[in-house]
């Protein structure tokens, strides 16, 4: 199984980005995909998971309204639109399989993290 995160840069306070995570290996829209991230010094973190056909969404409260999970099963690809970004969203950003109840948590298969950057 192969999850590849992309999409990560360098952006100002109150920019933009879009990470992608293409998944290969396994059966695609049978799990759900989620971001988890994880900053210097500081616990990886759950983000944001959706299910498996697309239908619901989970986000914690640091990223609700202003990040927003997608999937193309067609694609075999996540997506996560990242806007209005913080300096406190700088961290490595990780793609996984997911799921949740009151948190979100991994189910067994992490990608390799994309760096983002959030710096005037």
């Known amino acids: 199984v192969q999850l590849q995160a992309s999409g990560g840069g360098l952006v100002q306070p109150g920019g933009s980005l879009r990470l992608s995570c293409a998944a290969s290996?396994?059966?695609?829209?049978?799990?759900?995909i989620g971001w988890f991230r994880q900053a210097p010094g500081k616990e990886r973190e759950g983000l944001t998971c959706?299910?498996?056909?697309?239908?619901?969404?989970y986000y914690t409260d640091s990223v609700k309204g202003r990040f927003t999970i997608s999937r193309d099963n067609g694609r075999n690809t996540v997506y996560l639109q990242m806007n209005n970004l913080k300096l406190e969203d700088t961290a490595v950003y990780y793609c996984?399989?997911?799921?949740?109840?009151?948190?979100?948590?991994?189910?067994?298969?992490w990608g390799r993290g994309t760096q983002v950057t959030v710096s005037s």
């Open positions: 996984a399989t997911c799921g949740w109840s009151d948190i979100l948590y991994n189910t067994g298969y």
């Open positions: 959706i299910s498996s056909k697309g239908y619901s969404t």
């Open positions: 290996g396994l059966r695609f829209d049978d799990y759900a």
